[in-house]
């Protein structure tokens, strides 16, 4: 069962790794210009640890926890995936949107 929705987020996550490679691209064009000023792709309360102005720094968050959540016991697998689902959304749902304004 945890080796499938392993396999899962990893696909998933490599998804999000090619998006957020043209993001972090679009990102650094449009600095060049002047534009995206921010401190920060996420707000503070998105539960990610990171706080970047980029993309790829979220990814690389989510694949460390992947890597916690394959090790983690049962007790800890829940609590690990739903926090982890969260975030994912989260960050999915940030691209989508900053790909719909570029």
């Known amino acids: 069962m945890h080796d499938s929705v392993t396999a899962k987020l990893n696909d998933t996550?490599?998804?999000?790794?090619?998006q957020a490679i043209d993001a972090d691209k679009k990102l650094a064009?449009?600095?060049t210009r002047g534009q995206?000023?921010?401190?920060?792709v996420l707000r503070e309360d998105s539960q990610f640890i990171t706080h970047a102005d980029h993309f790829m720094p979220y990814v690389a968050e989510l694949a460390e926890e992947l890597e916690l959540l394959?090790?983690?016991t049962d007790?800890?697998?829940q609590d690990l995936l739903s926090?982890?689902?969260h975030k994912i959304?989260?960050?999915?749902?940030?691209?989508?949107?900053?790909?719909?304004?570029?």
């Not at 995206?36 to 920060?40: D, T, V």
Request: hydrophobic residues 45%; neutral net charge.
């Open 13 to 18: 996550l490599k998804e999000l790794y090619h």
């Open 29 to 31: 064009e449009l600095r």
């Open 36 to 40: 995206a000023k921010f401190s920060a």
């Open 70 to 72: 394959q090790t983690a």
């Open 75 to 77: 007790e800890e697998y």
């Open 83 to 85: 926090r982890m689902v």
């Open 89 to 102: 959304q989260l960050l999915a749902e940030t691209l989508s949107q900053f790909v719909r304004l570029s």
